[in-house]
């Protein structure tokens, strides 16, 4: 059974420093206290310091009843710019997350681009799709408000 890909973009705004911004999506060990959609996040293998050859486990449960289990090898770090990690498990590709100021306000760009490797998931992507992007969409948008709530920041209407 083919594949079936998927590309997601999406965009938090904080007025928060770049700084703490970076420090909180840079710790995704810590995800599952503030991000309740992150079950569960395992090192599984630690990387330099920046964190570059680092593999994590993460389980993550949106609205729709089902979890997705995934491993990410961290491939690319530039402190308070970007990080990025290929996909590998339930779902398999890359994500990327990029990081800007833009008036007094820390921007975050996250793509993610996916294909999901779980037969049932292909089998019924031809009309689960909608609700797969839905969920995905819930999941950042409940990370976003969150991770404002987190930083004492207001979230915008992009989060």
Same mark, same amino acid.
């Given at each position: 059974?083919?594949?079936?890909?998927?590309?997601?973009?999406?965009?938090?705004?904080?007025?928060?420093?770049?700084?703490?911004?970076?420090?909180?999506?840079?710790?995704?060990?810590?995800?599952?206290?503030?991000?309740?959609?992150?079950?569960?996040?395992? %090192?599984?293998?630690?990387?330099?310091?920046?964190?570059?050859?680092?593999?994590?486990?993460?389980?993550?449960?949106?609205?729709?009843?089902?979890?997705?289990?995934?491993?990410?090898?961290?491939? %690319?770090?530039?402190?308070?710019?970007?990080?990025?990690?290929?996909?590998?498990? %339930?779902?398999?590709?890359?994500?990327?997350?990029?990081?800007?100021?833009?008036?007094?306000?820390?921007?975050?760009?996250?793509?993610?681009?996916?294909?999901?490797?779980?037969?049932?998931?292909?089998?019924?992507?031809?009309?689960?799709?909608?609700?797969?992007?839905?969920?995905? %969409? /819930?999941?950042?948008?409940?990370?976003?408000?969150?991770?404002?709530?987190?930083?004492? /920041?207001?979230?915008?209407?992009?989060?």
């Amino acid at each position: 059974m083919r594949a079936i890909e998927y590309r997601f973009s999406t965009i938090w705004c904080f007025d928060a420093p770049v700084q703490v911004v970076w420090d909180a999506i840079h710790d995704s060990a810590h995800w599952p206290r503030w991000w309740k959609s992150v079950e569960r996040v395992q %090192d599984l293998a630690p990387g330099n310091g920046d964190g570059i050859g680092a593999v994590q486990r993460y389980t993550w449960k949106g609205v729709l009843p089902y979890r997705l289990i995934f491993d990410v090898h961290v491939t %690319d770090v530039e402190p308070l710019q970007l990080l990025a990690g290929d996909a590998t498990g %339930d779902v398999a590709g890359r994500g990327c997350w990029r990081f800007s100021t833009e008036g007094g306000m820390t921007v975050v760009r996250y793509d993610w681009q996916v294909r999901t490797t779980r037969p049932w998931m292909n089998l019924l992507a031809p009309l689960a799709r909608p609700f797969f992007q839905w969920n995905h %969409d /819930a999941v950042m948008r409940e990370g976003g408000t969150a991770l404002a709530r987190r930083l004492g /920041a207001t979230p915008t209407p992009e989060n």
